[in-house]
């Protein structure tokens, strides 16, 4: 039987709602924060007692609430920052719904004790589970302090879902962390259970306040960016890499936003300077007419609508890129004594560069050469550095020398040049490695996708979505395996009949056109589907032909710097000897071996 309609109690009624907008510990601290910012405070302190979920406050020493506001600071849809509809048109603070408060208050206990300029007292007051309790006089600085308390603990469906502390403490170190590089003369602090975690101080330049929360070793390796059309920040030299995107900060109009149109701008601005699916780091800040931008999209403000969101991204492209090109800052290689005299095309040596580690995350790769990939226009360099190999006497040429991405997998530095324009040979201290160029990229490709996959980052959203007109066959293969190219990344759905529309691609085939990628993986699907291979088959045939339609061919000529790329990701691949088709995608001579043959043993 079904049950009777009812009307939910407001108190219901406001948890659901407040669901929208805190969601965990750091939804808090991130709104705490905006409205000490908004409160025009120079310095904003954060406890945190066991992740959060016990205890969050935050100090600042803004200009206070006056003692007869205090209730209205709780209530929902009160605020001092809009008046009017036509305001909404050109948002100039970090709030404005007059939400966060009173969400927090239907979700936990919430007391806020508040001292203005004009006052000679503070006042607090608590809100419990939506009922406010009067306000009382008590001893504060001026400013204001929050503290959040049990967080959730009257919507158990919602405590379920907090990580570890030590997971929600890192979320609210980052949120921290990106209000302070968005605010650098605003001092911040954290501390989780009496521990300090984050200390900034105050009237800091935003290079000073950059090397505080990316580490020292960053410092000498950031640049900043050519200024231009209200883009500004520092970028790390393109051979500072990461797997994911957490290095990159973007920020609009002083709000801390990791908006799509953003963040993919600055990948594009780095594009050819890095290796397809690595990840720059960057800070980035962006300044527009607030009426170019609607902020009032997203219940937590975590996205925006831009009126011309190509102009955007067009502007962070292009600062980016005429930093990168002023720089000329493409890559330094180590390379020893005797090869120092190589062609021109390879890069020289720079001894200050040396392999680093960060507070979070790692370098991956020192190199920020130029990888082409399958299906990217080669350009100038490229043949400039192959027909540099290829004409001059061998013996005056000798290749560049790699680092190896793990020392011991192809020892510590190795040689590296391509023959038949199909094998890279390999100079190591123990003998010779012959690798064949397409099965490796395809095995370092396939093993990026599942890894990708993993993490739940599998794909890079096209900036305009493309639509595939696709041939019957193609289109009745495409229904059938749609699901799961998606989620191998290659996001795409039925636009209409006969018709794909890709919203995304994997990381790391960048290079390559989506629609001839998707014809091409559903025209080598065929006969799998029409075999009716079982679902974990089917997958795993899709991975490996996605691998193999993105990778370098055999018979195309590599850059140098697309070779040493290559050599730099076979260090880090699990298992570079096979290809994902399991044959060998490399041989080793030992130099024993040879002198054997040569009759020398
Ligand atoms: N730290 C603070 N210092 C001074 N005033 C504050 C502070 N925190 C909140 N207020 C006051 O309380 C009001 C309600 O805060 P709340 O965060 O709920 O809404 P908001 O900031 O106006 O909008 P939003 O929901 O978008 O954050 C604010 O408009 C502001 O006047
Ligand atoms: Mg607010």
Redesign the pocket.
Known sequence: MSRKIQQLPQLLIDQIAAGEVIERPASVVK?LI???L??GSTRIDVDLEEGGKRLIQVV?D????EEDQLPL?LASH????LREAEELDRILTL????????SMCAVATVEIA?RTAASDVAHRIVGRHGQVELSSPVALRHG?R?RVEDLFSSVPARRKFLKSNSAEVARCSAVIKAAAMAHPTVGFSLTHDGRTILKYPADQSLPQRIAEVLGEDLQDRMLPIVESEGVSGWIARPDVQRRNSDGIWTFLNGRTLKDSVLQHGVREGFKGYQIPGFFPVAVVGVEVDPGEVDVNVHPS?LEVRFRNRESIHRRIRRAIRATLEQEGSVPKLQMDAAVSTVSETVAVADASIQPTKMDHGEILSESGSKWRGAGQDSDHGLHEAVATISTSPTARVEPATVEAGEPGLVGESVRVFQVNDAFLILEEEEGLRVIDQHALHEKVLYEEILENREQGGASQGLLVPETVPLDPRAWAIFVETRESLSELGLEAEEFGEGVALIRAIPHGFEGRAPANLLRDILSLMEPVVSAGAPLPDLKERLLQTMACKAAVKAGQPLSQEAMEDLVRARGRAFQPENCPHGRPSELFISWLELQRRFDRK
Do not use: M, V, W
């Not at 009160?78 to 920052?81: E, L, V």
């Not at 709030?95 to 009173?102: I, K, P, V």
């Open positions: 709104e905006e409205n000490c908004d409160a600042d803004g200009q206070g609430i600071a009160a605020t001092s920052k709030g404005f719904r007059g939400e966060a408060l009173s508040s204001t929050i403000k």
